[in-house]
């Protein structure tokens, strides 16, 4: 219980420290007369692109399921983007194979296999795009275009090969544990009896469900993308592409990292800020419309949560179902 304290109280002084790191840099008086002076135009739009992102999210996690159920994918989904942005070490992932689990009877081995794949995919999306953007926006640069080749390839190669290392590692791990006999205490068999699920998981996973993963991640990319470019726009800050592209990308890949803190409070305004800065939006700009895209996508999330716990409890349990343990 203690050290579980002390990691939550390490999330929360990361992620203040970096949000008082930006709103250090926040001039207070202008901030107020763009809020007065914003266009509730763009604010509608970004509020119905990022419904938009959810419904994409939903309908992509749907088609991993084994028993597709777009409903219950949506509103998990709207349930664990809220609080994996609120809650330290991004415990809100656990959220998923929950609601899943107890709503539409899904495996929750294969829920947490089907979970991952959707990350690293969105992250080879995010990185490699971003990485080309800024190789174009920098110039012509050997360095830069050797570093965004390598990162390409190589996040490629690891979503292509994404079975075979997940089944490899699954697979050591659970014959190291019956190597040394750790199977006889009571937690760890249970926790070799999930990753062999999870490696069983991986194996149904068929060529189909990857395809529609990857068109429906291309979907979400290029959705986002529009969305985290209409916010700056409500404040009167318009971006070049090139400068969206960079700065999105920075801003959701600091507010993904496994960082100590409490959701992606803190990180993602240090991303955005330190990405807009490096492709020329003024610091004034940039720290603005960080703490500007965090209050709204935020209020967003609680928003479609809040709708989602109602579709859910209407909906109420599956009869066969029971919550993961």
């Given amino acids: 219980m203690r050290a579980k304290l002390l990691r939550g109280a390490l999330a929360v002084l990361v992620s203040c420290a970096l949000l008082g790191l930006v709103l250090a ?13 914003a266009d509730l135009g763009w604010i509608g739009v970004s509020a119905l692109l990022s419904a938009g992102v959810l419904v994409l999210r939903g309908l992509r996690f749907s088609a991993l399921m084994q ?14 983007g809220f609080l994996t942005r609120v809650t330290p070490f991004r415990l809100g992932e656990l959220v998923m194979p929950y609601v899943l689990g107890r709503y539409a009877d899904e495996d929750a ?7 991952l794949l959707v990350r690293l995919v969105d992250l080879c999306l995010i990185a490699g795009a ?22 390409v ?6 979503l292509l090969t994404f079975r075979t290392w997940m089944r490899l590692g699954i697979g050591l791990a659970a014959w190291g544990v019956k190597r040394l006999g750790l199977t006889r205490v009571a937690m760890v068999a249970r926790i070799v ?6 490696s069983t998981s991986m194996a149904r996973l068929t060529r189909r469900q990857q395809l529609a993963v990857a068109g429906w991640s291309l979907a979400i990319f290029v959705v986002q993308t529009v969305l985290l470019g ?8 318009q971006l070049a592409p090139l400068q969206l592209l960079v700065g999105a990308s920075a801003a959701q890949i600091g507010a993904a990292l496994p960082v100590a803190s409490v959701g992606s409070i803190g990180t993602l305004e240090a991303a955005w800020v330190a990405g807009f800065m490096w492709v020329g ?26 709708v989602a716990w109602i579709y859910l409890d209407r909906r109420g349990p599956s009869p066969t179902a029971s919550p993961p343990r």
């Fill in 25 to 37: 840099k926040l001039d207070t008086r202008t901030a107020w007369e763009r809020i007065l002076g």
């Fill in 130 to 151: 971003g990485a080309i953007a800024a190789m174009a926006f920098s110039g012509p640069s050997e360095s830069w275009r050797g570093v965004a080749v390598l990162l």
């Fill in 109 to 115: 081995a294969h829920t947490l296999v089907a979970l």
């Fill in 153 to 158: 390839v190589a996040l490629s190669a690891l």
């Fill in 230 to 237: 209409t916010l700056p726009r409500a404040f009167g800050v």
């Fill in 281 to 306: 939006v003024s610091q004034d700009d940039a720290v603005f419309t960080a703490i500007a895209a965090q209050v709204l996508t935020l209020a967003y999330s609680a928003a479609f949560a809040a």
């Fill in 67 to 80: 028993r597709p159920d777009p409903g219950a994918a949506t509103a998990a989904v709207a349930g664990q």
């Fill in 193 to 198: 009896a999930r990753l062999e699920g999870m």
